[in-house]
């Protein structure tokens, strides 16, 4: 079965709403809220939420170790107070973890192995998951190995390659996620848990910022991962249907970007709501995803560079740095969806994301010796959009590095998203 959608969703009230649907979610925490986990579970969400996702992602090379010792014992305590609630049997704790957790000499799924530096605490996690009847959950980016690898083959980044495969004894792999996968399986094989269930806790593929982040690879990365959903194909090893939330569903603006520009843009969607490309999930709704209904936009009018500024003037360089260091520029780049502006659209792109950002202030356009104007000519060229904000009341996102907005236009959002899937 699939999940299909995994957004991290602190609101109560959309919360209720999936709750409402039927639609089953994996919740993920703070440890700061363990002494309210089991309870917030108990009396309100507990026949809808699964798992318990303790972190994410924690043994990242990025961390230096920092979670090394704190990442067994958080889930034995998630565990405990689930336990204290009488929920264990129905809600189970997992620890999203990176696909590098584990690995193969030679790339054949038959020689993986599980890292020999973190072996030993990889078994006690394992066997935790195995003996509290949970899975081993892991976030696989086919993306991310195109992204990292020099030659790595880009047909065999998708589902329906034909060009590139591996054999691996007899059997066949035509593409990294299921050689991905089975690596895993085999690492867990060797190790005596060869049984253990395994979900996918991110899959997906970025639309902007890196060349091979556009929304033609999206769509045909996504789809056929959902083609083979649909189909009920699992991999050589497994051929039994996979378990995966779809990575994400929306873009998140100020996300960190130290992997990489494209991890703003993992989004199905836009942050206004607006579906980024087609995509059947073998619903009724050929079209898959819905757009948004409610949303209100702020004023068309845009900030850009004055037409009279120089681009000798001392003050563009300082001045495009402080924009694109307070919103986002990650579009901009080579191969990106704005990467053919000249000089003048560089610096109107980033004039306008800070503009946008602060929610079109009168100020967020007053760049140093009149460098920028405001103007109601929509200055989009081809792939590049210069976006206009949503309106916005007070209310934040609980999740770090989440933008905020108005609760009602993003229940209204989950609720029509949800008609997809109904």
Known sequence: MTRIIHHIISY??????????????????YMWTLSCTGGLIASNFELFIRYVAVGNEPFLSTYNGSFLGTTLPALQNIHSALKKAGLD??????????ADVYESPTNLPSDGNFRSDIQDLMLS????????GAPFTVNIYPFISLYTTP???????FFNNSSSTLTDGGKTYDNVFDANHDTLVWALQKNGYGNLSIVIGEIGWPTDGDMNANLNYAQQFNQGFMNNVIAGKGTPMRPTPVDAYLFSLLDEDAKSIQPGNFERHWGLFYIDGQPKYALSLGTLNSNGLVPARGVTYLSQQWCIMSPSASLDDPQVASSVSYACARADCTSLGYGTSCGDLNAQGNISYAFNSYYQQNNQLESACLFPNNLSVVTSNDPSTGTCKFRIMIQ???????????????????????GVFLSAFL
Request: net charge positive; hydrophobic share 45%; with cysteine.
């Open 392 to 414: 916005s009341q007070t209310v934040t996102s609980g999740v770090e590095g989440g933008r905020g907005f108005s609760i009602s236009s993003f229940v209204t959002f989950v």
């Open 125 to 132: 996690i394992v066997k935790f998951l195995s003996d509290n």
């Open 89 to 98: 049997t129905r809600v189970k704790v997992t620890v999203p973890l990176n």
């Open 12 to 29: 109560h009230m959309s919360m209720l709403w999936l709750c409402f649907c039927g639609v089953y979610v994996p919740l993920a925490i």
């Open 151 to 157: 030659n790595f083959p880009l047909g065999f980044a």
